[in-house]
């Protein structure tokens, strides 16, 4: 087998990788939207505020350190102990089922059948207030997670395919661990949702509030449950981010990246986000390994953007999107 | 007491349709103009025309161009930092190879060429709704920068990246480049200002405008009674990015001078007009302007008081903005989902009957 073949096989591997965190995300956005039918373009913050939280508290970090200093001249930063990974993640989950619940009480209880632009818009605003209130409660600083997972390169599929091939294939440890984060998950969700009341609730609703109400469904129940999944999710897909990259803004801008994911895939399909993250995460590899070097690289910024908007011109409602009917 | 229109007889459809049939809003129009023509341009000075009101006016002509788009035609676009950076661009190369026509044309025809791209890439609004359309723009924004950072015949093979603009005058003072004096500036863009928002508020309440909103009520409906959705939405991408290119084009070449694209045109100046629109109120010229001020002066306002009054550092203001906006604007979504424009028409209507409502 000729090298570039070879290469480009690699690239492809990495690019399914890629594409299972895309669509970690992608997860998040979906679940929202098909409970409650808000769009939420802060699920990209939420996994910063997520990840900025449990770096935060796993090095004992003061919240707000920088504002008390600025306003009673003190110069305090850290607590000075360290908080164990696990212990900060639960700790961590807790503050997310707490945002969830304040987005409910102070947001969206209020929007309650408002066009769902408006709700869209709603998480924008919400988008920029976490993100302020992230860096003042933690510092604007790149930050390094660890929470202990394997990273670098996994010798045993360098090894194997060396040996196949003649060449060692470059797959990191932690992209591996990300798929089956992200498998588990998966069936966690279908699980949750397939065998358990609150499971059954929440499909109710995303079915048809109206109905789910009267069958005597709390809605703000499963709201504030499923934001809470949502966190839940963001957590998941900040540590796994933030352990490749660092804990920074631009960990938020992974969220630009789910939509092209969710429109390929169709807003209401969770199988829909898998697929379509795993075609993005492999079309703009290829796309940057084929075509990139002939046009100046870095297509990686717009072509999951511009392979979404094209496909959507032939099926707008997505792969797996439910199928839009539309009447006077 | 002095807001009334009791007296005032109107005795054809034209007087009875202008824009301001209330004589003291008419009166009060014709003030601001003049005080912004004749009063403004002798007191102005750099910091007041850099930090307020060019980025006022330049913004306020971006928000009238997303706000025929989103508010008046309904169809959300996230693109305008892409559209403005066409504009930021097409002045640019324009200026550089036609460098006798005076720049009046340049960003004339710029916001032309940002037309012309925007009818592009409005083509899948026919196809696309809502959501799927709104990240469908986002297309736009990232290719138009990444096409603009990576091709070097945009920026003339210059090392750095950048874009500056070269010195061009307009009746022998100068209105771009280091040269310039405040006042040209400021009456430069002002002057396109008064005209877009004319062309604008005739536009929207013209045919054109009833189809827009026809359409942004309900697509199918309109259809059925005789709109065609592909000349009504095409025209408003059309028109909306020719406004938003014209701002692009000013925005580049008198208020900052030199551009960097990923930086002063990125994702962040989409949300921007968006939430200038969005507070403002959707739907409203008057809006645009309100919400162009308001985001222009908050900044600013904080920046006084909490490093200048205060003395905090500056990176915590910047997070406290942050979290102000983003708060507003779901207060704002919440309280009032028409805006500051809602806020001054209740204020108008109260004011009619005060001081005795009934």
């Known amino acids: ?328 | 007491m002095f807001y009334r229109e009791a007296g005032e007889y109107r005795t054809s459809y034209v007087e009875d349709g202008q824009t301001f049939p209330i004589a003291f809003d008419r009166w009060r129009y014709y003030l601001v103009l003049a005080v912004a023509f004749l009063v403004i341009p002798f007191v102005i000075n750099d910091y007041w025309a850099n930090a307020i009101f060019l980025p006022f006016l330049i913004y306020a002509i971006a928000a009238i161009g997303l706000n025929i788009l989103v508010g008046y035609c309904g169809q959300v676009s996230l693109g305008t930092g892409g559209f403005m950076a066409v504009g930021a661009y097409g002045c640019y190369k324009l200026m550089t190879a036609f460098p006798e026509v005076n720049i009046f044309f340049h960003v004339i025809i710029a916001g032309f060429i940002t037309a012309a791209v925007g009818l592009l890439f409005g083509l899948p609004s026919l196809r696309i709704k809502g959501f799927y359309l709104a990240v469908a723009t986002l297309a736009a924004q990232f290719f138009l920068v990444w096409l603009f950072n990576r091709v070097p015949w945009f920026y003339n093979y210059s090392a750095s990246g950048q874009i500056s603009a070269p010195e061009r005058t307009v009746f022998g003072h100068p209105v771009t480049g280091p040269e310039t004096e405040p006042w040209a500036a400021y009456l430069f863009c002002l002057v396109f200002v008064v005209v877009l928002a004319w062309v604008a508020r005739n536009l929207t309440r013209g045919s054109v405008g009833r189809k827009w909103m026809a359409i942004r009520d309900m697509d199918i409906a309109a259809e059925i009674i005789g709109v065609n959705p592909l000349a009504a939405k095409l025209s408003a991408f059309a028109v909306s990015s020719f406004f938003i290119g014209v701002a692009g084009a000013l925005f580049f070449a008198v208020y900052l001078g030199a551009v960097e694209v990923g930086e002063a045109f990125g994702i962040n100046k989409s949300f921007l007009v968006l939430f200038m629109i969005i507070i403002g109120g959707l739907g409203s010229i008057f809006g645009a302007f309100a919400g162009a001020a308001f985001l222009v002066l908050m900044p600013v306002l904080l920046k006084n008081v909490l490093v200048g009054g205060l003395g905090w550092p500056t990176d915590l203001a910047a997070h406290l903005e942050f979290m102000i906006v983003g708060a507003l604007i779901i207060i704002f979504l919440i309280a009032e989902p028409h805006g500051l424009a809602q806020l001054w028409r209740i204020a108008k209507e109260k004011l009619r009957l005060w001081p005795f409502p009934y």
């Open chain 1, 1 to 328: 087998m000729n090298e570039q073949f070879l290469f480009a096989m690699e690239v492809t591997l990495n690019g399914l990788m890629a594409g299972v965190l895309y669509a970690l995300v992608a997860l998040g956005f979906v679940l929202i939207y098909k409970a409650s039918g808000i769009f939420n373009y802060a699920q990209g913050v939420m996994a910063l505020f997520a990840a900025l939280t449990l770096v935060g508290m796993m090095e004992g970090q003061v919240p707000f350190a920088h504002l008390i200093n600025a306003m009673f001249g003190t110069d305090i930063h850290h607590f000075g102990w360290t908080v164990p990974a696990l212990a900060a993640i639960v700790l961590t989950m807790g503050v997310m089922i707490f945002l969830a619940w304040a987005v409910n009480h102070f947001i969206f209880r209020h929007l309650v059948n408002q066009e769902p632009i408006i709700l869209f818009m709603a998480t924008i605003g919400l988008a920029y207030f976490l993100e302020g209130f992230g860096d003042l409660m933690w510092g604007a600083d790149i930050r390094k997670l660890d929470v202990g997972l394997p990273q670098g390169i996994n010798l045993w599929i360098d090894e194997i395919t060396f040996n196949a091939f003649g060449y060692g294939f470059f797959i990191d440890n932690l992209d591996i661990v990300a798929t089956v984060v992200a498998a588990l998950l998966v069936v966690g969700l279908v699980v949750f949702s397939q065998y358990t009341k609150q499971g059954r609730a929440l499909r109710a609703v995303a079915d048809d509030h109206q109905a789910a109400l009267s069958v005597g469904i709390s809605l703000n129940f499963i709201w504030v449950l499923v934001w809470s999944i949502a966190g839940f999710v963001a957590l998941v897909a900040g540590i796994m981010w933030g352990a490749k990259s660092g804990v920074q803004f631009s960990l938020s801008l992974i969220a630009l990246k789910a939509l092209p994911v969710l429109m390929l895939g169709g807003f209401t399909s969770i199988p829909g986000a898998i697929v379509g993250g795993l075609i993005i995460g492999v079309g703009e590899k290829l796309f940057e390994f084929l075509v990139g070097p002939l046009v100046g690289g870095a297509t990686e910024n717009w072509f999951a953007y511009v392979l979404a908007l094209l496909f959507l011109v032939f099926r707008p409602q997505g792969l797996f999107g439910e199928r839009i009917i539309e009447r006077v």
